[in-house]
């Protein structure tokens, strides 16, 4: 599995390193701009992202901009739904308005900081990724 991680805090993409290096190969960017970058590349390269795990509060394009760059890009490109990347906004942000905001522009899951590992390896399963 190829995985992407946008993530500002250190210690916050440290410990996603970490966890989900386990369960493919991980490339990591700081910042929404970097996030939408590494994904048009991956696309151009035919080597698409199978996860996309997205922090909300970010510099340069927070999450949900990055977001809708992501499937806009996807969109674009002719990518069938089935196809796309799944992408897990992570945020400590839980409000409904931020949740419902996520999903309508196209996340397939939202993780609650401090992420709960037993929680996402769930969420990765019930995703058809594990």
């Not at 999450?63 to 760059?69: E, I, M, N, P, S």
């Not at 806009?72 to 739904?81: A, N, R, T, V, W």
């Amino acid at each position: 599995m190829k995985i992407l991680i946008a993530e500002d805090d250190f210690a916050s993409r440290k410990f996603m390193l970490r966890f989900l290096s386990q369960y493919g190969e991980c490339d990591i960017t700081v910042d929404g701009m970097e996030a939408v970058d590494a994904f048009t590349m991956a696309l151009e390269s035919n080597e698409p992202y199978d996860l996309v795990c997205l922090d909300i509060m970010m510099p340069a394009l927070d999450g949900y901009q990055a977001l809708k760059g992501i499937r806009d890009l996807e969109k674009e490109k002719g990518i069938p739904e089935e196809k796309q990347a799944k992408i897990i906004m992570t945020t400590a942000l839980s409000e409904g308005r931020n949740v419902t905001k996520a999903f309508e522009l196209g996340c397939v899951a939202y993780a609650g900081k401090p992420i709960d590992q037993t929680k996402f390896e769930n969420v990765l399963k019930k995703l058809e990724l594990l």
